[in-house]
């Protein structure tokens, strides 16, 4: 099983600021996840970071809104540009469990609240 | 549109007792259907998961009951327990190649009362 570390836990933001949150994984891999989950809601696969190529967003994600890096094997960061009190939500970072299946592993998450 | 339909929202069950957690869907390219567990202030893990092929997969007091001619499948919690207590997902994939081929259900929250 793989390890993952997210920063921050828990950050309180102001409107119109931003907010970039990190991944850090214990093993190199090859694809990592971002997903929000809104509150009381299921999970929503924002993008898929592969490292030493672009991100690929999901439909209702963009790449102004929602910029992520992916340096190298083992680390990744999605930034939340000009917040909103909608964007107030966890996010989720988690890489693939076994492969060819659904199993994924997820990090404690990101918990943001914007003012 | 849900790919994935999930019920109860809520669901209280007393301890000892049985949680029944269903979902549906239509999509019958799917072929892996995992169950994730999420605790308050911690990321969703996978707890069961059946493939098609069975109708059935047991681990513990989990089990899944998989309905391949109804689009359904079900977690069964028995002899429930207050450390039970947390939000179930059900999801389902196809042809795995990356997470946009998981869908999750929109989630259960269990509270089992001691």
């Known amino acids: 099983s793989a390890v993952i570390s997210q920063k921050p836990s828990r950050d309180i933001c102001q409107r119109g600021t931003s907010l970039t949150i990190q991944c850090q994984v214990d093993?190199?891999?090859?694809?990592m996840f971002w997903y929000r989950q809104q509150p009381g809601q299921s999970l929503t696969l924002i993008a898929t970071?592969?490292?030493?190529?672009?991100?690929?967003?999901e439909s209702g994600f963009v790449i102004d809104k929602f910029p992520i890096s992916r340096p190298n094997l083992t680390f990744s960061t999605l930034t939340v540009s000009n917040l909103s009190p909608e964007d107030s939500s966890i996010y989720l970072c988690?890489?693939?469990?076994?492969?060819?299946?659904?199993?994924?592993?997820f990090g404690e998450g990101s918990r943001l609240t914007v003012l | 549109q849900q790919q994935v339909k999930q019920s109860p929202q809520s669901l209280i069950v007393q301890k000892g007792g049985i949680s029944i957690i269903n979902c549906a869907y239509e999509?019958?390219?799917?072929?892996?259907f995992p169950w994730y567990q999420q605790f308050p202030g911690k990321g969703p893990a996978l707890l069961i998961a059946?493939?098609?092929?069975?109708s059935e997969k047991k681990e513990g007091r989990f089990t899944i009951s998989f309905n391949k001619s109804a689009k359904q499948f079900s977690l069964h919690i028995m002899d429930s327990q207050p450390g039970d207590s947390a939000t179930y997902f059900c999801?389902?994939?196809?042809?795995?190649?990356?997470?946009?081929?998981?869908?999750f259900g929109t989630g259960t929250r269990l509270t089992v009362i001691p």
């Open positions: 093993s190199q891999v090859t694809m």
């Open positions: 988690s890489v693939v469990g076994r492969a060819n299946t659904g199993e994924l592993f």
């Open positions: 999509n019958t390219a799917f072929d892996y």
């Open positions: 970071a592969n490292q030493g190529s672009e991100a690929t967003y």
């Open positions: 999801a389902a994939s196809m042809g795995w190649t990356g997470a946009n081929n998981l869908f």
């Open positions: 059946i493939r098609p092929d069975v």
